[in-house]
């Protein structure tokens, strides 16, 4: 009787056991299928937003999305270039000032002159043409200091007055696409002779993608734009800093 007693015990001790190590186990199946279908879930998203812009591209049509496009390749490709462009152009002009005033006193124009050719940038090259003309007179330093100055200038803004352009005719090409989708519109309400939803609703969702697209690819653009007129703003103040202490430093070795 003991022994029936122990065994009855002890079978609905495992059960209750056996239910709670069931029930936790459940639970982490349960946990990792819930986690392994959020993860899931992930990438389909983010795919599903690169077919929702594709298909929006699609849908707003591809003579002025396609112009639209060329616009903003053309405009990312001009920024780059003049990007990398300005950065090689900068330098250092405090150490290359002091460089030459220490050439100058140490191994006269010529060393002078020899620092400036190895040393990259525009402040060098327009340093280099004032001390050429060094010997002549002060004049005739700060007239050439001045004048390569400009050309200088002109190849830091050479082609951004193209990024301008498309920062402009993106949206303009935008609101082009706004007015052609409306007229589309309005022809199908005329031919229909009826007011219906579903002619109207075709030509202004292709009005108002184009817009859409005109806009973000202006402001790309305006950010590139910004960002290099800022750095050749920079560039240019001091090139002409380093334009008017070399000049004091001629001065200061003609006496």
């Known amino acids: ?9 002890a079978f609905l001790l495992s059960f209750g056991v056996s239910n709670q190590v069931y ?15 959020e993860e899931m879930e992930a990438p389909e998203e983010s795919a599903s ?6 298909k929006r591209f699609i849908e707003g049509g591809p003579s002025f999305m396609g112009i639209v496009l060329i616009c903003l390749i053309l ?38 002159k020899e620092l400036c050719r190895n040393t990259k940038g525009p402040v060098a ?21 001045i004048a390569y100055g400009g050309v200088q200038m002109g190849q830091l803004e050479k082609n951004v007055s193209w990024i301008s352009l498309f920062i402009a005719l993106a949206p303009m090409l935008g609101f082009m696409g706004t007015v052609i989708g409306m007229i589309q519109a309005f022809d199908k309400i005329e031919a229909a002779g ?15 993608l184009t817009t859409v697209f005109g806009l973000i690819v202006a402001i790309i653009l305006q950010v590139f734009y910004n960002y290099i007129i800022a750095k050749i703003d920079t560039i240019v103040n ?18």
Do not use: C, H, W
């Not at 009787?1 to 015990?9: D, E, G, P, R, T």
């Not at 186990?25 to 819930?34: E, F, L, Q």
């Not at 090139?239 to 001065?251: F, R």
């Open 75 to 112: 405009g990312l490709a001009i920024s780059i270039e003049r990007i990398i462009f300005l950065n090689l152009a900068s330098t250092n002009t405090k150490k290359l000032t002091e460089g030459v005033e220490e050439a100058l006193s140490s191994g006269g124009v010529d060393a002078a």
């Open 125 to 145: 090259s327009i340093f280099y043409q004032g001390l050429d003309r060094a010997d002549e007179s002060i004049e005739s330093a700060e007239k050439a200091v």
């Open 49 to 54: 937003f690169t077919q929702e812009l594709k």
């Open 1 to 9: 009787m003991k022994k029936s007693f122990v065994l009855l015990v």
């Open 23 to 37: 029930s936790a186990v459940g639970y982490s199946i349960n946990t990792t299928i819930i986690q392994d279908s």
């Open 238 to 255: 001091d090139m002409e800093d380093a334009s008017i202490s070399l000049v004091d430093i001629l001065v200061a070795n003609k006496k």
């Open 194 to 208: 009826d007011m219906q939803p579903s002619l109207v609703a075709g030509g202004i969702k292709v009005a108002l």
